[in-house]
């Protein structure tokens, strides 16, 4: 711009406001942000959480529906058909998974073992849940003795392994699935208490606890509406995680012969039952085995997807695609 033709100061200038949001263009919503996307969106977003999830509710509809559907398939023997080869259609498609020597359908026993083992597993790990994060959300908010006691008593249980211990008593004990709940159950105990303690030690020097306490709010209303809401997820996360241990336990004293008995069956008897015929009926003990895998492998993938969609910090990364995360990530510098 010349000198002899300088600006005129009158002529208005527009300035766009910085509260004003960009315009859109019409026809398109706009996508909502990670915080306010619902869970169930978060989740069809990754496909390997999706399908572990449809995996479980399948595990559950299963067990639930499916020894109604078999009926009595699972017990019915002909010696005729015994150790048929699987994937054979003309057995049938109830035997399309072979068939055990006394010629019962292997398809049938899996289904009836898949809710013996969830009846084991969930049990377990609910007992657990509900009574370690009850005593360590009660030591950690009034820490003192309360604190200490509760601690110590993790402690001694936490110093004895768990599978030894369950062998042991289950060993003294007749084994049945009661007891099996109830060795598992005390033995995850620890696992609870100890996280509950450091979430609720940690919120109770909360500001908005400090005004609950203020106007007059008893402790046990301070545990179960700011301290217990916050600590949710983190315990759904960490019951997730132990399913998967106390399936793989259960499964591991079947295997042993103190676990489950005949006549009921589940998914460690049945590997415990066809290992003496690995070379001639190899599917005896595969099917079952896979069953555990799956399973388990599930229960971890939706468990890591929990961690990360429950965390208001973390959330974003499941709207955002893989290859702009690590772009987005800070980058850490290695000083030599």
Known sequence: ?????????????????????????????????????PLWRLLLRDRMATVAAAILVIVFLVAVFGPWLVGDAATDQNLEKSTLAPFDVTNGWMNILGTDPLGRSMLARLVVACRTTLLVALP??????????????????????????????????????????????????????????????????????????????????????????????????????????????????????????????????????????????SWGLMVSQGRTYLQTAWWLSFFPGLAIVITTVSATVLAAWARIATDPGQRWRLTVPRSRRSRLLPTRKVVS
């Open 1 to 37: 711009m010349s000198i002899d033709n300088p600006p005129r100061v009158d002529e208005p200038t527009a300035v766009p406001l910085p509260s004003e949001p960009a315009p859109t263009a019409p026809g398109r919503r706009e996508k909502p942000a990670a915080g306010k996307m």
């Open 124 to 265: 377990a790990v609910a007992l657990s849940c509900v009574i370690g994060s009850l005593v360590g959300m009660w030591a950690g908010y009034h820490r003192g003795w309360r604190e200490t006691t509760a601690m110590r008593v993790a402690d001694v249980i936490m110093s004895f392994p768990s599978l030894l211990m369950a062998v042991v008593v289950l060993y003294v004990f007749s084994p049945s699935a009661a007891n099996i709940v109830l060795v598992l159950a005390i033995t995850r105990i620890p696992i609870y208490l100890r996280t509950a303690r450091a979430e609720s030690a940690e919120l109770q020097s909360r500001l908005f606890v400090d005004a609950a306490r203020t106007f007059g709010a008893r402790s046990g209303a301070i545990i179960r509406r700011h301290v217990f809401p916050i600590l949710l997820p983190t315990l759904l996360t960490v019951a997730t995680l132990d399913f998967c241990y106390v399936m793989l336990a259960e499964s591991s004293l079947s295997f042993l012969g103190i676990g489950i008995q005949p006549p009921d069956i």
